[in-house]
Structure formats: C-alpha cells, structure tokens
C-alpha cells in the first residue's frame, strides 16, 4: 500500500494578450481587435471513494498543466486550458514540506485546489478609450504556480486494532470480517494496513483497520510504527487487544500507549476499548484479575478468544455503541465549526507591498510580489507598454522610496528582469 508520496504541482501560464487592428476595405471603423489570452491550466485534487492507495503518484512526478492560449485578431480569445484533477483516496491530506495542512479530504468528492492557472492578459482592444483610439498595449497572461507538497492517506475507518505483533489482530480481522488478513506464528505479519466492514445487524455495519503491529520505540520510526501510526488518529475508536498469556501484560499494555501518545498526545483523548485474547490459553488468572482490578473503572475490558469467537459478539456490539455515541459528537462539532484551508502567503512567495534593495553603489532592486505580479503583465515590447509601467510605478511611489534609499540621477534600477535608469 502506498500512503504517502512526493510529487511537484505546476500550474499553466495565462495567454497573452494581442496587439492588433483591423485594416479592412469593407469595414467602416477599424480599430483594435487584440483579444484576451485563455487562462492556464489549475490542478486540484479530488477524493474518490473508488481508490485505495497513492500508488498512481508513487515516484515523485511533477505533474503540469497546459498554458493558455494566446489572443488573435478579430477579438478572437485564446483558449483556456484544461484544468487537471488528481484523483486520490478519500482520507487524503495534502501538505507542505514543512508539514502545514493545505488541505484535507474526508469525504467522498471533496476538492481542493492546490496550484491556481494564471489569469489570462488582456488584448489591446480593452484598453480602447475615447481618448485613445488605437492603444498598442496589451497584457502579458501570469504565470503558473509551482508547489512541491506530500500526499499522505490516512485511512478512514471506526475502528483502530492496535496492539503488539501476534497479539490475534488479525485472526479477529478475518474472522468477523470479509478481509483476507495474512495469519501466522511469527511478528510482522501484518505489513500494510488491512481494512474489514463487520456487520452488527441488517444496517449496522462499521469499519475496522488491522494495522501493523506495534514494538517499543515505534514513535521514532523503528519497526513499522510510522506508517502504523500515521493512520490510528482517523479511527473513531481503539481497540487495543493484548496477549492474556503473557508474562509481560502491564509493560505489553503500557509499552503501547506510550508509542502512540508519544507520537500524538491527542490520541489520549479517543475512547479505548481493551481486549484480552486467547482467554482459552489462560491457566494462571493472576495477572488477568491484577488488570481488572486495576484498569476496570477506566476501560472497557472484555475477555476474548479472536480463534474460538468467544465473548466476541459482546466486544463487536460495545464497539458499535460507542462509535454511535462518538460519530454524534463528530456530527455536533462539524455542525459548529468551519473549516478552511488555504495555502499561506509564505507558500507562493508574497511579500507585502514592496521593498528596495541596494545591490551596489549606483544598482537597485525593486522585489514584492504585487509590483513584479503587475510589471509580468504589462507587454513591454512596444513605447506605450514602457509608458505604462512607469506610471504604475510612479503611482505606487517608487521614486521616492528609491531617492530615501539613496539612488540618483543615472543610477540603474531592476525590476525583474526590466532595467531602468533612475532620474529625479
């Protein structure tokens, strides 16, 4: 099972805008006729409930999508291009390098997107004035984003069987499921995460997530505990089953709590069920009645043999009670509270304003994201586009700020990859 990948996001390029006019001997007024360039390509991911693991993205692909068209004459726009929709598992987080959640995909359909196409630039012919009949200006489209992010799946299900390796997780998985859990007499068995619906009644079903065993130090990587651990905080409930025949009981239980809440405090706060199996193996109760004594007023405890089905419809039918109680809680705080995720400033580069840098004694930089995001799309390959900008400039008020930083008459100033000699 692939849960999680690497892969790099790339919007398209907005079309350009055209410079162009009409000279036709039948039409009566002229003018210009530039069209607007299409709007390129988005991507954004959508949760399908008909795939189960990431395997599609699974050697780091930088997926990208088309640019626009550019504009033509006779008012004729670029088309836009199509957006891209990566299909992935419901349950599917999507966040940056550095961890922050851009997006989170619970239910089946939910969108989101990750890389916004760039908008279209505008034709000549929208910037027709009665003033100014015939501009030859026109606007570049925008770029596209690029994003490099983690698509991480969580699974999705009721109920979480935590426990050591050979504890009987998954011979209670086949048993009262349809799943086809791998069985056997040594540790790690169980090497992907195995999902089983388990029917209580004619519409009482809940889901039950076999995940790879346990062992101490599994909160810092060891052993299968981080692709086990990444999947437990979906689970509504825990189940944690334990080997009654076991010497080493208190640690075994212990030893398990604290990788998981090691790994995430929060996952204190879930309701746990405690199962202890292969009852019918028992011939020295000590231990059991210790556990009992000592566990009974915080947990449920059941006494189980997953093999034999013993005591096994009581634990299915207390584990369906509480999801129900647990799922309404769910339903009341989604209820009461929204919530939006959208990629921070810092992710596509924003800088407030804008800011002036000295690069030498007689160079200087003009950097922010707006006024490079405005000079990309002014066409500066004609005198009415160069007029254009160093007025935006002048309105914005760069001049002076390039005067407090120190330039003077001459000096060279870089906005981009466009250079300008500054005078007062």
Same mark, same amino acid.
């Given at each position: 099972?692939?849960?999680?990948?690497?892969?790099?996001?790339?919007?398209?390029?907005?079309?350009?805008?055209?410079?162009?006019?009409?000279?036709?001997? +039948?039409?009566?007024?002229?003018?210009?006729?530039?069209?607007?360039?299409?709007?390129? *390509?988005?991507?954004?991911?959508?949760?399908?409930?008909?795939?189960?693991?990431?395997?599609?993205?699974?050697?780091?692909?930088?997926?990208?999508?088309?640019?626009?068209?550019?504009?033509?004459?006779?008012?004729?726009?670029?088309?836009?291009?199509?957006?891209?929709?990566?299909?992935?598992?419901?349950?599917?987080?999507?966040?940056?390098?550095?961890?922050?959640?851009?997006?989170?995909?619970?239910?089946?359909?939910?969108?989101?997107?990750?890389?916004?196409? @760039?908008?279209?630039?505008?034709?000549?012919?929208?910037?027709?004035?009665?003033?100014?009949?015939?501009?030859?200006?026109?606007?570049?489209?925008?770029?596209?984003?690029?994003?490099?992010?983690?698509?991480?799946?969580?699974?999705?299900?009721?109920?979480?069987?935590?426990?050591?390796?050979?504890?009987?997780? +998954?011979?209670?998985?086949?048993?009262?499921?349809?799943?086809?859990?791998?069985?056997?007499?040594?540790?790690?068995?169980?090497?992907?995460?195995?999902?089983?619906?388990?029917?209580?009644?004619?519409?009482?079903?809940?889901?039950?997530?076999?995940?790879? @065993?346990?062992?101490?130090?599994?909160?810092? *990587?060891?052993?299968?505990?981080?692709?086990?651990?990444?999947?437990?905080?979906?689970?509504?409930?825990?189940?944690?089953?334990?080997?009654?025949?076991?010497?080493?009981?208190?640690?075994?239980?212990?030893?398990?709590?604290?990788?998981?809440?090691?790994?995430?405090?929060?996952?204190?706060?879930?309701?746990?069920? /405690?199962?202890?199996?292969?009852?019918?193996?028992?011939?020295?109760?000590?231990?059991?009645?210790?556990?009992?004594?000592?566990?009974?007023?915080?947990?449920?405890?059941?006494?189980?043999?997953?093999?034999?089905?013993?005591?096994?419809?009581?634990?299915?039918?207390?584990?369906?009670? /509480?999801?129900?109680?647990?799922?309404?809680?769910?339903?009341?705080?989604?209820?009461?509270?929204?919530?939006?995720?959208?990629?921070?400033?810092?992710?596509?580069?924003?800088?407030?304003?804008?800011?002036?840098?000295?690069?030498?004694?007689?160079?200087?930089?003009?950097?922010?994201?707006?006024?490079?995001?405005?000079?990309?799309?002014?066409?500066?390959?004609?005198?009415?586009?160069?007029?254009?900008?160093?007025?935006?400039?002048?309105?914005?008020?760069?001049?002076?700020?390039?005067?407090?930083?120190?330039?003077?008459?001459?000096?060279?100033?870089?906005?981009?990859?466009?250079?300008?000699?500054?005078?007062?």
């Amino acid at each position: 099972m692939i849960d999680r990948v690497k892969i790099t996001l790339v919007s398209g390029k907005g079309g350009d805008g055209a410079i162009c006019f009409r000279h036709e001997k +039948s039409v009566e007024f002229g003018g210009p006729s530039g069209g607007n360039g299409g709007k390129g *390509g988005s991507i954004y991911i959508v949760a399908d409930e008909g795939i189960n693991s990431l395997s599609a993205y699974r050697f780091g692909k930088t997926i990208r999508a088309l640019d626009g068209e550019n504009g033509k004459a006779k008012l004729c726009y670029g088309k836009d291009a199509d957006d891209i929709f990566l299909r992935v598992p419901v349950g599917t987080v999507a966040m940056t390098l550095d961890g922050q959640i851009i997006a989170d995909l619970y239910h089946n359909g939910d969108k989101a997107l990750l890389v916004k196409g @760039g908008r279209g630039g505008r034709g000549n012919a929208c910037f027709k004035t009665p003033l100014k009949r015939t501009p030859k200006i026109a606007e570049n489209g925008l770029p596209g984003q690029s994003l490099t992010l983690y698509l991480e799946l969580k699974l999705l299900a009721d109920v979480g069987l935590v426990g050591l390796p050979n504890v009987g997780k +998954s011979t209670f998985l086949s048993n009262h499921t349809r799943a086809d859990a791998q069985i056997a007499n040594y540790p790690f068995t169980t090497l992907e995460p195995q999902l089983g619906v388990c029917f209580v009644g004619v519409d009482k079903r809940f889901v039950i997530a076999d995940l790879p @065993g346990l062992i101490s130090g599994a909160s810092q *990587g060891k052993g299968l505990g981080l692709t086990f651990l990444r999947h437990i905080d979906r689970c509504s409930v825990l189940l944690h089953i334990l080997d009654a025949t076991s010497n080493t009981l208190f640690e075994d239980f212990k030893s398990i709590n604290h990788e998981m809440f090691s790994y995430k405090p929060s996952l204190s706060d879930k309701v746990m069920v /405690v199962a202890l199996n292969k009852i019918d193996e028992v011939t020295d109760r000590t231990l059991i009645d210790k556990f009992h004594k000592i566990f009974d007023a915080q947990f449920d405890i059941f006494e189980i043999s997953a093999k034999n089905k013993i005591n096994t419809k009581k634990l299915i039918n207390k584990l369906y009670s /509480v999801i129900t109680k647990e799922n309404k809680k769910s339903t009341r705080s989604l209820e009461n509270d929204e919530f939006v995720y959208k990629i921070n400033s810092s992710i596509a580069g924003e800088i407030p304003d804008y800011q002036i840098e000295k690069l030498d004694d007689h160079l200087y930089k003009i950097v922010g994201d707006r006024v490079i995001r405005t000079k990309r799309l002014i066409n500066l390959k004609t005198d009415e586009g160069v007029d254009k900008l160093l007025k935006y400039l002048d309105k914005i008020g760069v001049d002076s700020k390039l005067y407090e930083a120190g330039a003077r008459n001459g000096d060279t100033v870089l906005l981009d990859d466009f250079e300008f000699e500054y005078f007062e």
